[in-house]
């Protein structure tokens, strides 16, 4: 069954070269050496798909580099393995604040983002560059751009929206971006158009930076005995297996892909991720959404793991079921490395990524029917799951390198620090 969606193709979303194109293989090697003093910052101590970018790039930067984090976590051991230096400059109560926060809640936190931008700002003095990966790092750096007086880059990693934000962040975003920020990088198209709905800056004025995978980690898994890779990991041998990657939260959609599981008699679902940013009572509602709907003994609940190149090759199928416009998607590109058909929810960056028919399969979000029915196709034809699984690969591999990002992003930094 195919969607009536309108989906854009990947060549002519891929043709906003705001930075120009050097040559992938000669890209680790020329660029690092001529890199300015660079400032990390970013607010979560939490494996997201923004702190995944931020890793390779600041395991990219080491020599002249450091990172602030704003609360600690397993992301500051993961930089630290890469040489990273890392200082974590934490205030729980500015970390507790929500992304629907009431202008109340943000005077509250007052004296304690005070600390934290003159902190960053101390630090940010003994660098070339700042540059913000996350909004609350957003915030707190460019507040104080009048104590360290460096240029300022943004990597913006969300769709700026009421979809995903509140009226205050929103707009605390628009000013400090139009004030205290000098460049900002996006991570799709569909991110730059948000930029401009808010702030008025062009779309095609900013840089876009896909996140880039290392398709090799997952050429490395040997995939070949299926059986044993899935004892490995506890899984079924012998059942179809659907797998859904990302943090446990509502508008990643796990519940959509249990209603989809409910209308597919022997499929199984594998849901690897955990409930990053206090979403735990959405994980216990997706428990009882599955022994509600029967399906709990098809349904295993993998939690957080590190090895998801293996996991994602021990699938039949990757799911992608955001029910909001999703900014990027790492985990579809992983799909497509790891060469297996990806279903993928049609809205944001994702139609950026994915070309229906040809490298993956686009349903539209929110519809566990036409879900189901996608499954259901790619389950019937395996020739055709097999030819996208194939030609994404080779998309995973062309468009969203490792090198074609760090290419783009030291550029962008070597730009702002002019
Ligand atoms: N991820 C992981 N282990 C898990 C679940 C997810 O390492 O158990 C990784 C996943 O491989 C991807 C990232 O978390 O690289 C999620 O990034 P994505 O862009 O898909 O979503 P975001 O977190 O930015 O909303």
Same mark, same amino acid.
């Given at each position: 069954? =195919?969607?009536?969606?309108?989906?854009?193709?990947?060549?002519?979303?891929?043709?906003?070269?705001?930075?120009?194109?050097?040559?992938?293989?000669?890209?680790?090697?020329?660029?690092?050496?001529?890199?300015?003093?660079?400032?990390?910052?970013?607010?979560?101590?939490?494996? *997201? *798909?923004?702190?995944?970018?931020?890793?390779?790039?600041?395991?990219?930067?080491?020599?002249?580099?450091?990172?602030?984090?704003?609360? &600690?976590?397993?992301?500051?051991?993961?930089? /630290?393995?890469? %040489?990273?230096?890392?200082?974590?400059?934490? &205030?729980?109560?500015?970390?507790?604040?929500?992304?629907?926060?009431?202008?109340?809640?943000?005077?509250?936190?007052?004296?304690?983002?005070?600390?934290?931008?003159?902190?960053?700002?101390?630090?940010?003095?003994?660098?070339?560059?700042?540059?913000?990966?996350?909004?609350?790092?957003?915030?707190?750096?460019?507040?104080?751009?009048?104590?360290?007086? =460096?240029?300022?880059?943004?990597?913006?990693?969300?769709?700026?929206?009421?979809?995903?934000?509140?009226?205050?962040?929103?707009?605390?975003?628009?000013?400090?971006? =139009?004030?205290?920020?000098?460049?900002?990088?996006?991570?799709?198209?569909?991110?730059?158009?948000?930029? /401009?709905?808010?702030?008025?800056?062009?779309?095609?004025?900013?840089?876009?930076?896909?996140? %880039?995978? &290392?398709?090799?980690?997952?050429?490395?898994?040997?995939?070949?005995?299926?059986?044993?890779?899935?004892?490995?990991? *506890?899984?079924?041998?012998?059942?179809?297996?659907?797998?859904?990657?990302?943090?446990?939260?509502?508008?990643? !959609?796990?519940?959509?892909?249990?209603?989809?599981?409910?209308?597919?008699?022997?499929?199984?679902?594998?849901?690897?991720?955990?409930?990053?940013?206090?979403?735990?009572?959405?994980?216990?509602?997706?428990?009882?959404?599955?022994?509600?709907?029967?399906?709990?003994?098809?349904?295993?609940?993998? !939690?957080?793991?590190?090895?998801?190149?293996?996991?994602?090759?021990?699938?039949?199928?990757?799911?992608?079921?955001?029910?909001?416009?999703?900014?990027?998607?790492?985990?579809?590109?992983?799909?497509?490395?790891?060469?297996?058909?990806?279903?993928?929810?049609?809205? %944001? *960056?994702?139609? /950026?990524?994915? =070309?229906?028919?040809?490298?993956?399969?686009?349903?539209?979000?929110? &519809?566990?029917?036409?879900?189901?029915?996608?499954? %259901?196709?790619?389950?019937?034809?395996?020739?055709?799951?097999?030819?996208?699984?194939?030609?994404?690969?080779?998309?995973?591999?062309?468009?969203?390198?490792?090198?074609?990002?760090?290419?783009?992003?030291?550029?962008?930094?070597?730009?702002?620090?002019?």
């Amino acid at each position: 069954m =195919r969607p009536t969606i309108d989906v854009s193709p990947l060549a002519s979303s891929l043709a906003q070269p705001a930075l120009s194109d050097q040559p992938a293989s000669s890209a680790r090697t020329t660029h690092a050496a001529a890199l300015p003093a660079v400032l990390f910052v970013d607010q979560s101590g939490q494996l *997201g *798909g923004a702190e995944f970018a931020l890793l390779q790039l600041a395991g990219h930067c080491t020599a002249h580099s450091e990172v602030v984090l704003l609360s &600690d976590g397993p992301f500051r051991m993961r930089l /630290e393995a890469l %040489g990273a230096r890392v200082q974590v400059i934490s &205030d729980a109560r500015v970390s507790g604040v929500v992304r629907q926060a009431s202008v109340m809640n943000c005077l509250r936190v007052v004296p304690g983002i005070v600390r934290q931008v003159r902190a960053i700002a101390a630090r940010a003095r003994q660098f070339d560059v700042l540059f913000l990966n996350t909004q609350k790092a957003l915030v707190l750096g460019a507040l104080g751009k009048p104590l360290h007086r =460096r240029p300022v880059i943004w990597y913006q990693h969300d769709i700026l929206t009421r979809e995903h934000f509140g009226r205050v962040q929103l707009s605390i975003v628009k000013w400090l971006v =139009r004030l205290a920020v000098d460049h900002v990088v996006v991570n799709s198209q569909a991110s730059a158009r948000s930029l /401009e709905a808010l702030t008025g800056i062009a779309a095609n004025s900013v840089p876009v930076v896909y996140n %880039g995978i &290392d398709a090799q980690a997952f050429t490395r898994v040997d995939g070949s005995d299926m059986s044993a890779l899935r004892e490995r990991l *506890g899984l079924p041998k012998d059942a179809w297996l659907a797998g859904l990657f990302g943090r446990l939260a509502p508008w990643k !959609g796990q519940h959509i892909a249990l209603d989809a599981l409910a209308r597919l008699p022997d499929a199984h679902l594998v849901l690897v991720g955990a409930p990053l940013f206090g979403e735990d009572a959405y994980a216990q509602r997706l428990h009882e959404q599955a022994a509600a709907l029967g399906i709990a003994d098809r349904v295993h609940f993998a !939690g957080f793991q590190d090895d998801v190149p293996a996991w994602m090759k021990a699938m039949d199928v990757i799911l992608h079921t955001s029910t909001e416009p999703e900014p990027f998607g790492r985990v579809i590109v992983e799909g497509m490395a790891a060469a297996r058909p990806v279903i993928a929810a049609a809205a %944001g *960056g994702v139609t /950026e990524i994915v =070309r229906h028919g040809r490298n993956g399969w686009l349903v539209k979000p929110g &519809d566990a029917a036409a879900l189901a029915g996608a499954i %259901g196709t790619l389950r019937a034809d395996p020739a055709l799951a097999g030819r996208l699984a194939k030609q994404a690969l080779s998309d995973a591999r062309s468009e969203f390198s490792v090198e074609r990002y760090l290419q783009r992003m030291t550029q962008a930094i070597r730009q702002a620090a002019r």
